[in-house]
């Protein structure tokens, strides 16, 4: 057991010297990063589609 634990004092939430706003900027800028890019958008010809039909 630790010695914060044996007197029953809580731990610290938050590291000294850092504000919310960049608490939450950080996490933020993570997903940001850590997203993977959109597949890209499928392209529309503007020529109509060759009709491809099968022998019967």
């Known amino acids: 057991m630790s010695a914060t634990q044996s007197k ?3 731990l610290p939430f938050a590291v000294a ?3 919310m ?3 939450l900027a ?3 800028a993570a ?3 850590s997203t993977p890019p959109r597949a ?3 392209e529309l010809s503007s020529e ?3 009709d491809h039909r099968e022998a019967a």
């Open 8 to 10: 029953g004092q809580p």
């Open 17 to 19: 010297g850092v504000s």
């Open 21 to 23: 706003r960049d608490l």
């Open 26 to 28: 950080a996490g933020e």
């Open 31 to 33: 997903v940001l990063v």
């Open 40 to 42: 890209p958008e499928p």
């Open 48 to 50: 109509p589609a060759e």
